[in-house]
């Protein structure tokens, strides 16, 4: 049927569906935020929110940068086939946080502008899902599909979470102003 690698990752999935599920069904006053009706207060912690999304897009060019500096062979820059491993699983790293990264942040600031004040007032939690995310991805990397499996989906659910109730936001406001 599946093999041993597609059951360790659909076990990282599952379980990384699980913590999603577990931290937004949280109270958001554990994350220091209450639900607020002012728009812009609502901005501010989304904007700090996509901040904490692109440090971590920061910290991963970094290493790469860094990987690249301290290696002969890949120090000239290696375009789509880095010569050193480290380089190789770095460059994966930039690419799927950046993507994750981008979808996150955008996701942040249209929930404070557009999302109900107790939907906007989950953005803090979206983001400590992602951090968390971000650091088991980047950790179980290098172990293979299995171990980054639950760092993606600690990244990748909260924002597809987060999408559905803008989503829905956006039909119930489309349909009431007919």
Known sequence: MFSRKQRGVAIGMAL???????????????FGVSPQGDVHARLVTAVRAASIAMM?????VANVARG????????DGS????ASQFIRIGVAIVQNTLEQA?????LYLALARLGQPDEAALVPQ???LFSLGRLAFWIGYRHGAPWRAFGFAVTFYPTVVG????????????????
């Open 16 to 30: 990384g569906a699980a913590v999603t599920a577990l931290v937004l069904a949280s109270p958001p006053q554990w």
């Open 126 to 128: 979206l983001a400590a």
């Open 79 to 82: 375009g789509f086939a880095p």
């Open 68 to 75: 690249r500096f301290m290696s002969a062979a890949d120090i």
């Open 56 to 60: 971590w897009l920061l910290a991963a």
């Open 163 to 178: 999408y559905a109730i803008l989503a829905l936001d956006l039909l119930r406001a489309g349909h009431m102003s007919k």
């Open 102 to 106: 981008v979808l996150a942040a955008v």
